[in-house]
């Protein structure tokens, strides 16, 4: 008899489990259906600010695999196909065809939820309102783009200093909008220490951005039904479009509804083959729950790199492998204007809030030997344990260059070692790449002589 | 009483040490004397090529520190000196002054040998002509640059293909010569394996230089005095100038001569804190041999970094602390032309000859997002052990971002990372700096999928 995969979104997690599935089970030994709501699969979702911003043109080039690529690959992609419940106890769906407007209960012998992630929506008047746009799904992302392309908008608010919400300032600038970021708190990107984050404060004003921190949106104001600005508790800020950049919470609605388990942070619990805590009921994605290696407590970090990486944990599994997800450590990095920003583990303030005894270091180097032209500034913070001094976390802001050096902080993280052992790492040299001490060895010598 | 460290060798490796020392101790305490043979102190050699090349156009540039700066921070720095002998039992050297045309014996109560490299020579009739250069010191460098400004060479031919020939070879290039590369090998850059090497003489070819490969030179030819073209058991080569790129041995005569104990690689032997057998007496830069951690074997290394890190654990070591030189693993990175080319660990042929059973994967992918502008190639080889997976070298050949990927494998080289385990580790992403999949993960997973 045939087994039957069910999986519920056609994304990242999803449809990289589908795929590496199918490569291990024929189509004559194990059916693979996916449902996907929207009318894309395998998107990319982080390329989304620049298809905004027109550094990408044409929204196709963000579609890694199609539904009809799929589907000669075996896999049976139904777009515009909704699941409303999951029944675990009959092993079964309920799924709605969004254009036939019928349902349907599909049996499964496997099921992958990867459901994905939503955008957060701050509580306040307005917020529903046309012209007002959270940038999550490919959908999303098209929609903000129409209405730059056909209702040309002269001012934007973004909503919050997340990764998102600096992509998406940058690109409307890109279009020639006046934008403002409105942040609550007092430096944009609070995924890093405030003093970084003040280097990218500084960088999105001299492009011309509206910072405006410490303050939060009251309401959006409307005129007629479109939106005409946002109001704060100081000034009220005009506005033809508002988007959301204040992160995504896992959707881990439809989950939870079927009563498979769900965490604290709102993401799907699984164990690390990505098995949620009913029987093969499997999670991948922007949906899951996955473990911090350097705090040892759940977290969920909505991020392609580990949708991936996990659907392709249960493509294994589903398929009688044994593959195992070994947790993450909050790494991340993005280009903001000039600066490419990128950080490992934890920060200062998330070492202290996890209990660490830790020290900090900052330093200011050069992406290439001083001498050498184009060489760019680059800073570095390192957090170390006091004691050990076990690495705990970097961030990086610099320009040309700077940016991927993270993911040699971040090896170093993973490993767990001293700073004073990365110190001495055989790290890369030459004129036109690097000065002699690297930015990552500068900044492990310093943290190592303060632990 | 005060100590005094005599220090012989006024660049990286010795001048890191006298710093370190001198920040350590003061100079009522400690009496710091470097002798310099040439008229420099703390230049960057590996520089030298961009200054020819008039990327950079001030030698100065290169100088990081001069011996006047030195001296103003307690540091006796003697240019045009040079140490003649060393006599370990009675802890002196002699020391000739090369202005004043004098000698004296001056006593010390630690030494550091730090009399770096010397380019190798083929044994050749015509090698010692006018017009033929090393290229080591900055007054080899500040050479070959006045004869390029004043006797406005048109045809180079460049000996060997190591980073500095290939360096060199650019830099003429770039001041409009007519350049050949001589290798003697099937590709130049012969710390890569073939496969990889074939990208490099792809670019230097597209660059206009005629690579002429598996041949070796036979002799010099002479217009009187002057070179005039490189015979090979092939076609002559036309050369107004001869730049030797077949790399450097250390300089461990001056040692060998006294007495304290050299290599079979040329290099002077130290413990782990770079003191050598003989007591009080240590070494430091590209004169000593050190050992590999992959293959756990003694080797040379010329670089600046080894160099600045080994003098710093001298400069620690001899003022009363106790720091370690770990090893290195061959990490060595340059720019070719528009490419990046890095390299850790051991590469493929090496990993046979120190006995492993290896395997490798070469992949190729992109550096940015594909549909990102500017996304350019990257090639990432990976060598592991058979059976445990363990990654034992990587070599990256890329465009713009490429190369410095190599530290990311570094860190896992260094930690012994097994291949299946660097697929999984949470490497950074975003669109312009990164495929979803970044090079390194795509690689350690193919290559973990060969053990």
């Not at 100081?234 to 388990?261: F, K």
Request: charged letters at 25%.
């Amino acid at each position: 008899m045939v087994d039957r995969l069910v999986v519920i979104g056609g994304d990242a997690g999803g449809m990289t489990a589908a795929s590496q599935a199918r490569r291990r089970r024929d189509a004559d030994d194990l059916e693979i259906v996916v449902f996907e709501r929207s009318g894309f699969t395998s998107y990319a979702a982080c390329g989304i600010p620049y298809f905004v911003g027109d550094v990408v043109q044409d929204p196709d080039d963000l579609v890694a695999r199609t539904p009809e690529e799929h589907r000669r690959r075996g896999i049976d992609a139904r777009i515009h196909h909704e699941v409303s419940s999951i029944d675990v106890s009959d092993h079964a769906v309920v799924v709605r065809d969004l254009h036939a407007e019928t349902e349907h209960r599909q049996h499964y012998d496997d099921l992958l939820v990867a459901t994905g992630a939503v955008p957060r929506r701050p509580d306040i008047p307005g917020i529903d309102a046309e012209g007002v746009f959270g940038v999550q799904t490919l959908d999303d992302g098209m929609a903000v783009r129409r209405f730059v392309d056909e209702q040309h908008p002269e001012t934007a608010v973004v909503i919050g200093g997340g990764y998102i919400g600096l992509e998406m300032a940058e690109a409307l600038v890109r279009r020639g909008l006046h934008v403002s970021l409105l942040e609550q708190l007092p430096q944009p990107m609070s995924t890093l220490d405030p003093d970084m984050g003040a280097l990218i404060a500084d960088a999105m004003r001299g492009m011309g951005i509206d910072v405006v921190l410490e303050t939060a949106a009251r309401a959006v104001e409307l005129d007629g039904r479109r939106v005409r600005a946002v109001a704060t508790d100081g000034a009220s800020l005009p506005a033809d479009i508002v988007v959301l950049g204040l992160g995504v919470t896992p959707n881990g609605e439809l989950a939870a509804a079927a009563g498979i388990e769900v965490g604290e942070t709102g993401g799907i619990v699984t164990d690390d083959r990505m098995e949620t805590r009913s029987a093969r009921v499997w999670a991948a994605g922007d949906c899951v729950e996955v473990r911090h290696r350097v705090t040892g407590k759940p977290g969920a970090f909505a991020l392609g790199t580990h949708a991936n990486k996990e659907g392709r944990i249960v493509g294994i599994n589903v398929t009688g492998g044994d593959a195992r997800f070994p947790g993450v450590i909050g790494t991340a990095i993005t280009k903001v204007c000039e600066l490419e920003v990128g950080r490992t583990g934890l920060t200062e303030s998330e070492a202290g809030e996890a209990g660490f005894d830790a020290v900090a270091a900052t330093i200011e180097t050069t992406t290439r030997a001083s001498y050498y032209p184009d060489s760019a500034p680059i800073t570095v913070k390192m957090v170390a344990e006091r004691g050990t001094g076990r690495l705990l976390g970097a961030q990086i802001v610099g320009r040309e260059g700077a940016g991927k050096r993270i993911d040699t902080t971040a090896v170093a993280v993973w490993n767990e070692m001293a700073a004073g052992d990365i110190a001495n790492v055989d790290l890369s040299y030459a004129p036109p790449l690097s000065p002699l001490w690297d930015a990552v060895l500068v900044a492990a010598r310093r943290v190592a002589e303060m632990v």
